[in-house]
Each structure stands twice: as structure tokens, then as C-alpha cells.
């Protein structure tokens, strides 16, 4: 074990009973944080949760974009309100902890846990009056426009009104359970992300009563009307939650329903799992799942016409303060605006993209006989993820593989892997998996699989105390000509075939017996005892990786120092690590060229004359969600690249079991430049530069040009060429 990491490498054990992250302990007030020039300034930082909600927005963009069809617009900005949801249950769950607790510390950014919540309500109320816009004045009539109506019960006709009333009593009605408030009735548990109606009711002898009525999510937000013979191509909804309390005086008999507002509540869901005993560790977490179900409420967003003293009983009640609330023009949770995309109307939406897959160009269906000519690339989702499930398919129906070992972290509700594996273990093949049940928001998708794993007699793994583990690996062990070769998969994204089709990922196959030994080694880690510390081939978190990444960028530094040219491009999906940014600052500081690839939080400021002027920044967000981790260093005119499962985060580094695998032959090397990187550096589209204010600006093509957008030019340089599977011959010199 080296000073890279103090956890322990044993075998993952859990509570006798989950309990929620205790509060920190009171601090004494502290001094105002330092203004020095250094690296350590809290003026050279972003705010991490400031720079998240410029990436939403940057997302939010997209929404608004015309170069779009109009159903991918309507998909970002469902992206933009789920995004929001789980930014509240997670970080600003954490955020109001701590001034429950009372705990004084400054980010790295210089702010106070209550400056950071007052940051964040004012951001994200301007943000929400941009959805509604967004919605409203622009999605929402060229949706009408072309023939997708969302209507509100009074936009029906008589005739539409008592159909849609058939409807409710019929289909809505019966699962619909109002609940009282008074002093009778204690006021209803709320649940989380659940779209509510509060409800004010007249009796017969005129007292107003309070009642919550709960909009079911086991139905479609959206209820279709019947079809429009004049024009078959047109559909027509009306929200549920308007049907709903157009129809409430069948709820609540012999009483004026005098009012009815929308409101919608979030809960903390960040709930943390004390692990002590391996053998508890599922009933922990299922019993941590339903402790999410009550974690304190976090945000409540209320229709803006709702008076103030219903607010008022709903502040009391669910026990936030004012600066919880959030009035926002109805409909509320737009994230249910996803279901249009599942319309056949195919004009509205992205032309359909067929990933590259000349398998049979290449040696057929067999991936060891291509893997033994040469390490394979794949760059997803331009090339297909066909190849990684085939993978596991040959090993399944190979009688001469003797194992299988894998790594599973978020794979889906409808994985083909999980068969696959089952199958593997039924054939009498040695099978081990870990599954990483800590997955957030995937832990009860992933309990199930680890059942029904275990129940077809797959050795399963849970992980490493204190540690996620976020590695993409799998390894076949093969007989042949009476000796064991192995062979490996490693990638960047998560083994999820639906992701693959939108999320842009690598993946490395090999049998080089160098990088097949060091996953071997991880996985004797993962699921034995190994207290290995260092690995030829492969860096891993938490024990290697930051370091290795370290002497990397140090390297750089001493290029530049000598007077050779020093660079670095770094592409990830955030960069918050204080250590990584000090470095950075540093290696600009030396005269190293900094590029950084960072699509969504970044809290390194670029352009500071004497700190970061060599630093430059861009974020791209398009069509596929920019997943993968390429890191690329200049080395003095031999570059070196590195493909990681890890970004560059704290938790990533120090706290997950993460793997970062040189990519090794000069083709492939300059292949991932080609693909992953210039473009990225080019595009003019879909990319925004990061100023030294925190600020993101659209790029613009230089005068005279055409404007580049890198996805769609890797898409089309792909489909001209069909060669996806790239691979180099044994006899190909590694680099140095």
C-alpha cells in the first residue's frame, strides 16, 4: 500500500442496521479564508455547485436551440428537470446538513455552506423561470403547431370533457386516495419527486378544510384524448393532474371544492450506508432504500398561483423555510415530457445513427481470433457495443474457456449480460462478478441481479470496504495448445447496451499478457485478499492512480522547464479535485499548454494572467453525452494516452476502486487523438468556452469557415469510412 490511498483493500461488509450520514460535529468560527496569490487563493476556484448549474443550463440551452428537432429539444429539457431533481436530493441535501448542524468550513471557493444555499436559490429560481419560458413560449406552440397538443381541461369541447371524464372515472378514479388534514387527520406523509394536489374543500356549514390529494405515478402525466379522425397524424393530451382536479368533486361528495394547487416535494436521498459486515451488506442497503423514501424534505415547488397560507401550511408542515420553496408556472416535474419522444413521428427527432460493426470484415463473430491479431479500439456509440456482449458470448459458448470475471455498475433493467453470465455458470464455467450494490439510484436494479446471479451459482462480490467500486473490467480466461491465455475488456462507460447508444465511451480489448496480468491482479484485489501496490500497466484508485496521474502532469511541467514543449489535454466529465487543480495551475504557471475537455463541472478558472493564462477550457454538450475519460500528454514529442473509468474528482481518485489503462500502439493513440480530442478542440457547435468568471460563451467558427460540431463529424467520418474495429497487429512497436 503506498501513501496514494489509507483505505484498507479487504473484502466489502455492511451495518446491522443503515443509518442516515450523522451530522458534523460544530466548529468554532473560523477567519476569513486567505487571500494569498498562491494556488491555495479561494479566488482561483468555482464554486462546485455554482459550475454544476451552469452545466444544466448549458443543457437548458439545448432546449432552446432550433438547429434541434423539436422532440430533442423537448428531450433536453426533461434532461434539465431531472438533473435538477437529483442535484437537490444529493447536493443540496448535503448543503442543508450542514447549517442543520451548524458546521462552519469554507469550500475551496471561500463560501459558507449558507452563502452556497443563497447562491443556489437565486440561480436556480432564475433557471426555472427559463424552463417555463422554454416551455411555454416556445415548445409548447410549435408543439401545438405540429400536431402535438398538451391541452388543460378547459381548452376541451363538452363532447372532449365527458369523454375525458369517462376516463378519469373509469381509469383514474379508483386509484385515487384523498387525505385530510385537521386535527383528526395528521398531515400526510409526502413522498419524494411526487406531483401533489392541495386541496381546499367548503362544508355544508361552511368551514374550509385542508386535503391533499396525490397524483398517481403508476399512471401516463400525459392522458391521451381519442383520436382526431380528420387527422390521424395528430395526438391530443390533457395532464392528468388538470384531470384530476377537474373531476375532484367526485372525491370529496357533498362538499365546493373551493381550490386546487399543484405541488411537488424532494427529499434528501443521500442516504449513507455504514458497511462493518459483508454478509449484511443487501438487507443494508434494502433497508437504506427505504429509509431514502423519508429522508427531510429539501425543495418543495408550488404552482405560482398558490396563495400564501397555503404555502404557509406547507412550509410548517413539511418543515422548510421559505428559501425551500420554489413557485413555478404549471406543469411542474417536466421531466415526464420524455414520454413524447416515444411518438412515431420521426421528422420530429435526430435522423437515426446505425453504429459502424464490420465484424465480419475482420475475422466473423469470433473476438478472440480478432483479439489475437491485435488490441481492438472501439469508440461508442459511433461503433456498436455489439462487440463487448459478443465478447461475452463466445466465452459463454466456448468449451475452451475455463472463467469469467467482470465488473458491474450500473448495466441496466433489461441487461443481455446477466443471461449470459447465468448461462456461463450453468455450462460449468468459473463465473465471478462484482456487482457494486452502492451504485446510486441503481443499488435495488443491482440488488436483483446480484440474486439472481448468486441463485444460478455465480460467485458474486459486493466490493471493498469504504469503496465504490466504478471499474469497467472483464477478463476471459481461455485454454489453448494446452496453456491459459487471458483476455480483457476495459472501457470507460458502464457494461449498459442503451447507454452505449447514447453516452460516448471507449472500450479496449487485448490479450497482451502484460495488461491481462495487471487485471488479473485487480480482480484478486476485488475479491481476495491482495494488498498489491503496484501494477506495470494499469493505474488504480485508490492506490496508484493519483499518483501516477501526478508524476504525469509533473513530467509535463519539466518538459516545459527544460525549454521542450510541454501540453496536456485532459478530457473528463468534471474536474473538482483541489490537488489536480493546484497542479494545473502550476504546469500553466511553467508554460505547459493546458487543454481541458470538461462537459460538466469545472472548478478551475482558465485565463488568470500569471496563474492560468495557458489553461483553456471548453465544455460540449450534444446530441450523445460526453462520458468518456481520455487523458493525453505531450511528453516531449512522444505523447502518451490514457482511457479511464475515472474522472477527476476527489471520490474518484481517493474513494473508488477506478482504473486508468495507457492505450499503448501509436495507431490507436493517434486514433483516440483523432476521434476524441481534435474535434472536441475544433468544435464550433456544440462546444462553450470557459472564462476566467465562471462564465461559458458559444464558440463561433473563425471567419471564412463552416461551423464544426465534433459528434456529428466523427459520426460521418465513420459512416464513410464503415471501419470501426480498429486493431494493430502484434508485430506493431508499442510506444515508449
Known amino acids: 500500500m503506498t501513501d496514494d490511498s489509507e483505505h484498507s483493500l479487504s473484502r466489502s461488509s455492511s451495518p446491522k442496521s443503515p443509518r442516515r450520514r450523522p451530522a458534523r460535529k460544530t466548529r468554532k468560527s473560523l477567519p476569513p479564508p486567505p487571500r494569498t496569490p498562491n494556488a491555495a487563493d479561494p479566488s482561483l476556484f468555482i464554486n462546485r455547485e455554482l459550475s454544476w448549474l451552469e452545466f444544466n443550463h448549458?443543457?437548458?440551452?439545448?432546449?432552446?436551440?432550433?438547429?434541434?428537432?423539436?422532440?430533442?429539444?423537448?428531450?433536453?429539457?426533461?434532461?434539465?428537470?431531472?438533473?435538477?431533481?437529483?442535484?437537490?436530493?444529493?447536493?443540496?441535501?448535503?448543503?442543508?446538513?450542514?447549517?442543520?448542524?451548524?458546521?462552519?468550513?469554507?469550500?475551496?471557493?471561500?463560501?459558507?455552506p449558507r452563502e452556497q444555499m443563497s447562491a443556489i436559490h437565486e440561480r436556480v429560481s432564475r433557471m426555472v423561470r427559463q424552463m417555463s419560458d422554454c416551455f411555454w413560449n416556445d415548445l409548447h406552440p410549435?408543439?401545438?403547431?405540429?400536431?402535438?397538443?398538451?391541452?388543460?381541461?378547459?381548452?376541451?369541447?363538452?363532447?372532449?370533457?365527458?369523454?375525458?371524464?369517462?376516463?378519469?372515472?373509469?381509469?383514474?378514479?379508483?386509484?385515487?386516495?384523498?387525505?385530510?388534514?385537521?386535527?383528526?387527520?395528521?398531515?400526510?406523509?409526502?413522498?419524494?419527486?411526487?406531483?401533489?394536489?392541495?386541496?381546499?374543500?367548503?362544508?355544508?356549514?361552511?368551514?374550509?378544510?385542508?386535503?391533499?390529494?396525490?397524483?398517481?405515478?403508476?399512471?401516463?402525466?400525459?392522458?391521451?384524448?381519442?383520436?382526431?379522425?380528420?387527422?390521424p397524424r395528430a395526438v391530443r393530451f390533457v395532464w392528468l393532474e388538470d384531470l384530476i382536479a377537474a373531476n375532484l368533486g367526485m372525491l370529496f361528495p357533498g362538499m365546493e371544492v373551493k381550490e386546487s394547487y399543484q405541488f411537488r416535494v424532494t427529499r434528501n436521498a443521500d442516504i449513507e450506508i455504514q458497511e462493518d459486515e459483508a454478509e449484511d451488506l443487501i438487507s443494508s442497503i434494502e433497508e437504506s432504500l427505504r429509509l431514502r423514501r423519508y429522508g427531510s424534505v429539501v425543495r418543495v415547488g408550488v404552482q405560482d398561483a398558490m396563495p400564501a397560507r397555503i404555502r404557509k401550511i406547507l412550509t410548517e408542515n413539511l418543515e422548510v423555510t421559505a428559501e425551500d420553496v420554489y413557485p413555478i408556472r404549471r406543469p411542474l416535474g417536466l421531466s415526464h415530457l420524455m414520454s413524447l419522444l416515444k411518438l412515431p413521428r420521426p421528422e420530429l427527432k435526430d435522423p437515426p445513427y446505425t453504429p459502424a460493426l464490420p465484424l465480419s470484415e475482420e475475422g466473423g463473430d469470433d473476438m478472440f481470433a480478432l483479439i489475437r491479431r491485435g488490441d481492438v479500439l472501439l469508440f461508442h456509440p459511433y461503433d456498436s457495443f455489439a462487440p463487448v456482449v459478443q465478447f461475452i458470448k463466445n466465452a459463454v459458448s466456448d468449451p475452451d474457456v475455463l472463467a469469467i470475471?467482470?465488473?458491474?455498475?450500473?448495466?441496466?433493467?433489461?441487461?443481455?449480460?446477466?443471461?449470459?453470465?447465468?448461462?456461463?455458470a450453468e455450462n460449468g464455467k468459473q463465473v465471478a462478478v462484482l456487482v457494486e450494490l452502492k451504485a446510486r439510484f441503481d443499488e435495488e436494479n443491482n440488488i436483483g441481479w446480484a440474486k439472481q446471479l448468486e441463485g444460478a451459482g455465480v460467485h458474486v462480490v459486493y466490493g471493498l470496504v469504504g469503496l465504490k467500486t466504478h471499474a469497467k473490467m472483464a477478463m476471459v480466461v481461455r485454454k489453448e495448445r494446452g496453456e491459459l491465455r487471458r483476455y480483457v475488456h476495459l472501457g470507460t462507460g458502464n457494461y449498459n447496451p442503451h447507454n452505449a447508444r447514447i453516452y460516448t465511451d471507449h472500450s479496449l480489448f487485448s490479450?497482451?499478457?502484460?495488461?491481462?496480468?495487471?487485471?488479473?491482479?485487480?480482480?484478486?484485489?476485488?475479491?481476495?485478499?491482495?494488498?498489491?501496490?503496484?501494477?506495470p500497466t494499469l493505474a488504480v484508485a485508490p492506490v496508484t492512480l493519483r499518483r501516477t496521474l501526478q508524476e504525469l502532469m509533473e513530467r509535463e511541467i519539466r518538459h516545459a522547464r527544460a525549454g521542450r514543449p510541454g501540453r496536456m489535454i485532459l478530457k473528463a466529465n468534471s474536474l473538482t479535485d483541489q490537488k489536480v487543480i493546484e497542479t494545473l495551475y502550476e504546469a500553466s504557471a511553467a508554460g505547459v499548454s493546458v487543454d481541458l475537455i470538461i462537459r460538466g463541472v469545472c472548478c478551475l478558472r482558465?485565463?488568470?494572467?500569471?496563474?492560468?493564462?495557458?489553461?483553456?477550457?471548453?465544455?460540449?454538450?450534444?446530441?450523445?453525452?460526453?462520458?468518456?475519460?481520455?487523458?493525453?500528454?505531450?511528453?516531449?514529442?512522444?505523447?502518451?494516452?490514457?482511457?479511464?473509468?475515472?474522472?477527476?474528482?476527489?471520490?474518484?481518485?481517493?474513494?473508488?476502486?477506478?482504473?486508468?489503462?495507457?492505450?499503448?500502439?501509436?495507431?490507436?493513440?493517434?486514433?483516440?487523438?483523432?476521434?476524441?480530442?481534435?474535434?472536441?478542440?475544433?468544435?464550433?457547435?456544440?462546444?462553450?468556452t470557459l472564462d476566467a468568471q465562471g462564465r461559458y460563451e458559444r464558440r463561433v467558427p473563425p471567419s471564412g469557415t463552416e461551423p464544426l460540431d465534433s459528434q456529428q463529424s466523427v459520426a460521418a467520418s465513420r459512416q464513410r469510412s464503415g471501419a470501426a474495429v480498429k486493431l494493430v497487429l502484434r508485430d506493431t512497436p508499442p510506444a515508449v
Not at 434532461?79 to 437529483?86: A, H, K, Y
Not at 378514479?173 to 385530510?180: D, G
Not at 470475471?405 to 441487461?415: C, N
Open 58 to 112: 448549458r443543457v437548458l440551452e439545448e432546449a432552446m436551440d432550433r438547429r434541434h428537432p423539436l422532440l430533442e429539444r423537448v428531450k433536453f429539457l426533461s434532461i434539465v428537470s431531472s438533473n435538477l431533481d437529483e442535484f437537490f436530493m444529493i447536493r443540496v441535501a448535503a448543503i442543508r446538513e450542514q447549517i442543520i448542524a451548524d458546521f462552519v468550513e469554507y469550500s475551496p471557493d471561500g463560501l459558507m
Open 511 to 535: 490479450c497482451s499478457e502484460a495488461m491481462t496480468g495487471d487485471v488479473a491482479e485487480v480482480f484478486n484485489l476485488l475479491t481476495g485478499y491482495s494488498r498489491r501496490d503496484t501494477f
Open 606 to 688: 482558465p485565463g488568470i494572467p500569471g496563474v492560468s493564462e495557458n489553461i483553456r477550457a471548453v465544455s460540449i454538450v450534444g446530441r450523445y453525452l460526453e462520458h468518456s475519460r481520455v487523458y493525453w500528454f505531450g511528453n516531449g514529442g512522444a505523447p502518451e494516452v490514457y482511457l479511464s473509468s475515472a474522472d477527476l474528482m476527489g471520490r474518484n481518485l481517493d474513494r473508488r476502486v477506478e482504473l486508468m489503462f495507457p492505450v499503448l500502439h501509436p495507431r490507436l493513440a493517434a486514433q483516440v487523438y483523432d476521434e476524441a480530442l481534435r474535434p472536441a478542440l475544433e468544435d464550433t457547435v456544440g462546444a462553450r
Open 142 to 231: 410549435e408543439l401545438r403547431s405540429a400536431g402535438v397538443t398538451l391541452l388543460t381541461m378547459d381548452e376541451l369541447s363538452a363532447e372532449q370533457r365527458r369523454a375525458m371524464s369517462d376516463v378519469f372515472a373509469a381509469k383514474v378514479f379508483p386509484v385515487l386516495t384523498p387525505l385530510a388534514f385537521d386535527p383528526g387527520h395528521p398531515f400526510p406523509y409526502i413522498s419524494n419527486l411526487s406531483l401533489n394536489l392541495a386541496v381546499v374543500v367548503v362544508t355544508g356549514d361552511g368551514e374550509e378544510k385542508f386535503a391533499r390529494v396525490k397524483v398517481p405515478d403508476v399512471l401516463p402525466r400525459l392522458m391521451p384524448l381519442p383520436d382526431d379522425p380528420s387527422d
Open 405 to 424: 470475471k467482470q465488473t458491474l455498475y450500473r448495466i441496466g433493467k433489461e441487461s443481455p449480460l446477466i443471461p449470459l453470465l447465468i448461462e456461463a
